[in-house]
C-alpha cells in the first residue's frame, strides 16, 4: 500500500453529518417518552462496543415528532458529556443533539473505517473540547479534523481485520448477559418466588413482608453485612499524606468492571489509613449511591472477583467516594446472594423510593435503605446449595471479561498501525 494513495479529507466530504434532535417540549412531558422508538443517549454509546442496539429511554409517537428517526448503519458521535464516544447505529433510532450522526458515502466511505478512526482521534478531540464550565464539541470543531483515508477497498479490508475482534467481543458480551440472566433468574426463583428444590414440601408461615417458607427468617440488609463504608478519591499525584497508590472504581465504571473490563479506569493517590480501611477484597461488593443526572437512577452494584483484581495487575484497589464498600458476612447472606439481591433491587425498582434528588445530582439514602429494607434468609445448606450453583457462572463471567479486555487490547494496538498505513493491505481487495 503506497502513501500517495491514502487522501486527507473532512468527515462532511466522506458522507452527510447533522445533529441529532430532542426539543423536548413542554421540557420532560412524561407524554414525549415510553413509546415504540429508542432514544439513544450519551450514555448509551459511551456503554456500546461497536454496534449500539441497547438503550435506557424511548420515544412515543408524539417524542418521535419533535426528534427525528435515524436509520441502522448511522455512527453517532458524542459532543457533549462524553465527548468523542462513538458506535454505529444496528437498529432505527432517535438521539439528542448532543450527539452528531454521520452517513457515510458508499461511494467514499466505509462507516466502519471512520468508526474507528475516530478512535484514534478521540483524546484530540476531547483535548479541544475542553472549556470553563462544560467540555462541548462543536460540530464545526468536528469538522476541522482531517481524515486520512485509503481507497475504498482497502478502507473495508481494515475495517474487516479490526470489526473482527469487535464481533468476537460483542459475542462473549451476549454469552455475560446470558450468564448473569441465569444468575439472576435463579436467585429469583429461590429467594422470591420461593420455588427453591423441596419447595413442595415446606410450608409457608407469616413474617414482616407476609408469608415466608418456614424455617427462613426476615432480616434487615444492614445485619447481612460485617461493615459498609463509603470510597475515596484520592489525588492525581502523590503528596506528604498521599503516598499509596491504588485503582479507583467509580460508579461508571461499573458496568465494565463486571465483567473486568478495566481500561478506563483512574489510577490515584491515597492516604494509608485510607487505604487500609477501605481496600477491596475478593468477595466485597459495591454500591453506587450518588451521580449521574437528575432523574437518572443510581444503585448500582459490583461483585469484586479475583478476575477483576488480577485484570487491574494485583494492585490495590478502592472504589470512589461516592460508592460504598459493602462486606458481607459471610457466615450469613453470603457475597453471591447479597449482590443478586442488590440487582433484584435494581432491576425491580426496589431502589427507587430511597433516590433523590439533589442540585441535579441523584443520591441514595443508604443508611435508610439499609435499615429498612428487609431480606429473607434461608437456612445454611440451601444457601450452600445455592452458592455451588452461582459461582460457577460468576467464574465464566470473569473469565470472559479477561478474554473481552485482552481482546480490546490486541485490536488498539493494531488499530492505529492498520489506520496510518504502517501495516501493508492489498489494494486490490474486492
Excluded at 442496539?53 to 455512527?75: F, H, N, R, V
Excluded at 481485520?161 to 448473569?180: A, M, V
Excluded at 503516598?243 to 479506569?265: C, K, L
Excluded at 441535579?360 to 445448606?381: H, L
Amino acid at each position: 500500500m503506497t502513501e500517495t494513495s491514502w487522501k486527507t479529507a473532512k468527515l462532511d466530504e466522506l458522507g452527510f453529518v447533522g445533529r441529532g434532535k430532542s426539543r423536548h417540549r413542554p421540557r420532560n412531558a412524561a407524554f414525549l417518552y415510553d413509546g415504540p422508538y429508542p432514544f439513544f443517549q450519551t450514555g448509551d454509546i459511551k456503554a456500546a462496543n461497536f454496534y449500539l442496539t441497547e438503550y435506557t429511554q424511548t420515544y412515543s409517537k408524539i417524542g418521535l415528532a419533535q426528534s427525528k428517526l435515524w436509520k441502522p448503519g448511522t455512527l453517532c458521535i458524542t459532543i457533549a458529556a462524553n465527548i468523542a464516544e462513538s458506535a454505529i447505529l444496528g437498529i432505527e433510532g432517535c438521539f439528542p443533539d448532543s450527539v452528531v450522526g454521520f452517513v457515510a458515502d458508499p461511494a467514499k466511505a466505509d462507516v466502519r473505517f471512520v468508526k474507528y478512526y475516530i478512535d484514534i482521534l478521540k483524546l484530540q478531540m476531547q483535548s479541544v473540547s475542553r472549556g470553563t464550565t462544560q467540555d462541548n464539541l462543536s460540530v464545526d470543531k468536528l469538522l476541522s479534523f482531517d481524515f486520512r483515508v485509503p481507497p475504498l477497498p482497502v478502507q473495508r479490508r481494515i475495517a474487516c481485520i479490526l470489526s473482527t475482534y469487535d464481533e468476537l467481543i460483542e459475542n462473549s458480551q451476549r454469552r455475560i448477559k446470558i450468564l448473569e440472566s441465569m444468575a439472576r433468574a435463579l436467585y429469583r426463583e429461590w429467594f422470591v418466588n420461593f420455588r427453591f428444590p423441596g419447595h413442595e414440601n415446606v410450608k409457608h408461615i407469616p413474617s414482616l413482608i407476609g408469608k415466608i417458607p418456614q424455617g427462613w427468617e426476615v432480616k434487615p440488609l444492614e445485619s447481612l453485612m460485617i461493615d459498609h463504608i463509603g470510597g475515596g478519591w484520592g489525588k492525581d499525584v502523590p503528596d506528604e499524606d498521599h503516598t499509596e497508590p491504588a485503582w479507583v472504581i467509580r460508579g461508571t465504571d461499573i458496568p465494565d468492571a463486571r465483567y473486568s473490563q478495566v481500561a478506563d479506569v483512574p489510577h490515584r493517590f491515597h492516604t494509608v489509613s485510607n487505604l487500609r480501611t477501605r481496600r477491596l477484597q475478593t468477595g466485597d461488593i459495591l454500591f453506587e449511591v450518588s451521580g449521574g443526572s437528575k432523574g437518572q437512577p443510581v444503585g448500582r452494584a459490583l461483585l469484586v472477583t479475583s478476575q477483576l483484581i488480577s485484570a487491574l495487575g494485583n494492585e490495590s484497589v478502592i472504589c470512589a467516594s461516592f460508592c460504598k464498600r459493602v462486606r458481607p458476612d459471610a457466615a450469613g447472606y453470603g457475597a453471591e446472594i447479597l449482590y443478586l439481591s442488590f440487582v433484584e433491587g435494581y432491576e425491580s425498582g426496589e431502589i427507587e423510593q430511597f433516590q433523590v434528588q439533589s442540585t441535579g445530582i441523584s443520591n441514595f439514602k443508604w443508611t435508610e435503605y439499609i435499615a429498612k429494607t428487609m431480606r429473607v434468609i434461608p437456612p445454611e445448606v440451601l444457601r450452600v446449595r445455592f452458592r455451588d450453583r452461582v459461582a460457577p457462572l460468576f467464574t465464566q463471567i470473569a473469565t470472559l471479561g479477561l478474554q473481552i479486555q485482552n481482546l480490546r487490547r490486541t485490536r488498539d494496538l493494531l488499530l492505529p498501525r492498520l489506520l496510518s498505513g504502517q501495516v501493508n493491505i492489498n489494494e486490490e481487495v474486492k
